[in-house]
Structures are given as structure tokens and as C-alpha cells.
């Protein structure tokens, strides 16, 4: 980490926070009304220092001048001091999150809430399928030699697919109650790999009907549990307002179109970030994002839970000068919410 003077530390805070609020390079005279006890020309002098260090460009000789990525980072890692959400922020989350049903509905309203709290767009991917933990699976005869199989999950969501078997009513109660004896508490994920290993295992070459079970729950859960993720991007036209030039807007809507290199950036940087803290919120400034919208934006996210492991993510997608401190709380409440949320449908799915 740059080790910057007193005065050079104040100069790019005081820098960084008014690029923040309005949006232009910032110059001497501006900073020198900001409080800063210097004359404009001492100030200009640390300018230059910064610019030559990576921390600060000047769009044009006679302008002021702009963060970089590289001071953003310096900010958010050793400079920001995170805000308090209000009471009644706090109290917007809890009521709005207290009114969402459970279903897909879940995930638009999460990212609507967020994305009135930021002012910006918000991104909210559901929980992987092979981490969600499935209740029930039952079985129902259709016609000769096809099977309607039932995924009920522990928070509430239904699956149904087709599958070819033919069976007899007395048989595939027994397959139930094999099922049922292995199905509590794992998940969709778990249960394919037990499922595949059991069914290879010697045990079960000496019992057809136990075989047969797991070869059924096997073909119900393996699909189920290799389907991709939903993502929702709410508040686009939000994010778009920052931007006022028609190459900046054509590569944010490009991103925002390609949601799946959103979340592949979410997955990645959370992962790294959990490996080496105990946290799962990440921050990922400009060109960190490699070629995301030519590196204007910048993305707040962190994991939501179930039972203590990560599920889904969550976040804020704004340009690279976001007001950080405010956000960066906005997008920890809802993860923490939503997990609450999660836990609460899944301790009363136990009840039930």
C-alpha cells in the first residue's frame, strides 16, 4: 500500500469525495474551499505528486483532475469510513422484506428495494441449485412407463419433471420410503453424488428395489441440481442516467445484457474474498472488472446465506465513483435480511 503524507492523504480524500458528489474533475480552487489550509498552488504541487503516482488523471491540460481505479481502491481499502444506515432505512428494509411472499417474486422485490436505497441498479442472483436443500420427492404414476417426479424444496419452491420407468404402485411405495430415509437435511447437490456413489456401491447390487430407488432419485435430482442460476438486474434506468455520452451508454447496456459475466465476477471475487477473510462482501472497482462496460463500473456485492453457507449474492452496479460508505452498508443489510429470510422459511419448512 502507498505510503502517502498527512497532507497528500487529505488532498486525494478531499479529491475522491468531491468527484463523488458532482461528477467533475476536480481542481486547486475547488479543493482550497473544501477546507484544505493550503494556498492552490501547494495544492496543485500534491495534484501533481498524486498524478504521477497513479492516483489522479487530468482529462485536459486546463482541467482538473479525476481519480483513477488505483485511488478508489486506495480509498475503499485504507481510507472510507463506512456509513450507519438510518432508522429508517433500517425500518425499510425490515418492512419490505416482512411483505415479499416466498416464490420468484423473491429476488425482484430484494433487487427493487435495493435499488430505490442506492439510486443505482442492483443485481440479485438466486441460490445455486445444488444448494438448495430438497424436503420432499415423490414419485406419480402418469401413464405406462413414465413417472412424474416432485422436488419440493425447503423454501418452498416446486420442480417437476418427466421420467421414463415403469413401476408398480406397492413398488414405488417402498422406493418412498428408501428415498425418504436419505432425502432430510441435504441438499439437491448432495444428493446427486450419494445418490450416483450408492447406486454403484456393491450394497446395492444385491437389493434391485434400493438399486432402482436410487436410480430414480438420481435422474430426479442430477437435473435439478446442475441448473443454472436466475439473475435480476433491477434499476437500470438509474445507472444509465449517470452516463451522458452514447459510447459510455452503449457499453453499460452491453453489460447489463450480459448478466452472466456478472455473476461469473460476483462468483470470483467472493470466492477469492471469503478465502482470505471472514467477511463475504466484496468491492470491485473499474478495469478490476477486466473489459466491464471499458471500465466504468464498479460492483458492491456479498453473499446471503442458508444455513451458514453462501447461497446467492447480492449487489450494487454503479459507475466506478458510487458513493462507497453509503452503499457499501446498503448492500450488507439486505445479504444479512435475506439470509434471515432464508433461515426463517427453512426452520419453519422443519416444522412443518
Known sequence: MLDLSQRARQILYACITEFVASGQPVGSRTLSKKGIKLSPASIRNVLSDLEELGLLHQPHTSAGRVPTDKAFRLFIDAMMVVGKLTDEQNASILLRFSEIEPGPNFLRETGKLLSDLAGTAAVVVSPRAESLRLKHLRFIRTMPGELLAVLVMANGSVQNRFLKAT??????ITVHNILDSVIEGRTLGELRDLFART?????????????????????????????????????????????????????????????DGIVRLLD?????????????????????????????????????KNQDKAAGSVGVIGPTRMDYPKVVPLVTATANAMSSVIERRADKADDD
Do not use: C, P, W
Open 167 to 172: 413401476i408398480e404402485e406397492q413398488e414405488l
Open 199 to 259: 447406486k454403484r456401491a456393491s450394497v446395492a447390487e444385491h437389493d434391485a428395489v434400493r438399486k432402482f430407488a436410487f436410480e430414480l432419485g438420481e435422474a430426479a435430482v442430477a437435473e435439478a441440481a446442475d441448473a443454472g442460476v436466475d439473475v435480476v438486474i433491477e434499476g437500470r434506468s438509474k445507472l444509465l442516467g449517470e452516463f451522458s455520452n452514447a459510447e459510455g451508454l452503449k457499453d453499460v447496456v452491453s453489460a447489463l445484457d450480459e448478466a
Open 268 to 304: 470470483a471475487t467472493l470466492a477469492a474474498n471469503s478465502m482470505i477473510a471472514a467477511n463475504s462482501m466484496v468491492v470491485v472497482v473499474g478495469h478490476e472488472a477486466g473489459n466491464l462496460a471499458g471500465g466504468q463500473l464498479s460492483i458492491v456485492g456479498a453473499s446471503y
